[in-house]
């Protein structure tokens, strides 16, 4: 029997290609949640463990988003991901967001001392050798969990910060808003990644390797006494590729 040629309407009716990342994004919405349902109540918080949250936060961003983000840039192969994230880059450099999350952490009262910065120090180098590993898929699932939990972070850090006696909000104000675009904008980056990898992909647990880790480190900002002494550092090989 001949078939006809299909036409416009029948593509239009035809259901759309489920996507390749709806799963991981599942998993990062789920880790996101959990994050923000474990912020203890900032009433039941004493001054020292508020400025304590904002200390290490501030510890953690200030010196490595744009270097996490540049390794994203470095390692992604489409030209799609390379705009978006060179979008991404550009705002971070081009309005100091650095300096103004410097400011935030001045205003409160929280600018990171040596202990602020050690008590991270072990899962934000786990971060560190994960990300020099230059692995596209990953690293843009990462960023873009990243991107998603800073987003409904922003509302608890700014009451932190207001209990503390600041009235310095342009940081949570303005990543309250341009953080959920950018994590819209990453996932388009991971589909257009995916794309190009070969397949089939690694297993989601590998995939998500970077997100977790990411997640411990966002835990030991959050909770610092959750500190399991028995875990060891991540050893990786710096490989390139994805």
Known sequence: MQTRPMTQ???QLMPPKPSRTAS???????????????????????PEERRGIIA?????????????MTAAYLSVGSAEAHAIIQDNLLEEVRDNHPGMLRRFAIAAHAVPTDSDALSVYRHLENVRRFV?????VKIVLMMAFFEGFITRFM??????????GSSEYEYTDVH??????????????????????????????????????????????????????????????????S
Request: some cysteine; hydrophobic content about 40%; charged content about 25%.
């Open 155 to 164: 509302p608890y850090l700014a009451d932190l910060a207001k209990r503390q």
């Open 24 to 46: 991981l994004q599942e998993h990062i919405d789920r880790a996101t949640q959990d994050l923000i349902a474990s912020c203890r109540d900032p009433e039941r918080l004493s």
């Open 176 to 241: 309250g808003v341009c953080d959920v675009v950018h994590t819209q904008e990453l996932f388009r980056a991971l589909e257009a990644e995916m794309t190009l990898s070969p397949d089939p992909l690694e297993p989601p647990a590998k995939l998500l390797k970077g997100v977790e880790l990411l997640r411990t480190l966002i835990q030991r900002i959050l909770h610092p006494r959750l500190e399991d002494p028995s875990a060891e550092p991540v050893v990786t090989t710096v490989t390139g590729g």
């Open 132 to 136: 020099g590993q230059l692995s596209a």
């Open 56 to 68: 290490r936060y501030s510890a953690v961003l200030e010196g490595n988003f744009i270097y996490w």
């Open 9 to 11: 309407t029948d593509a």
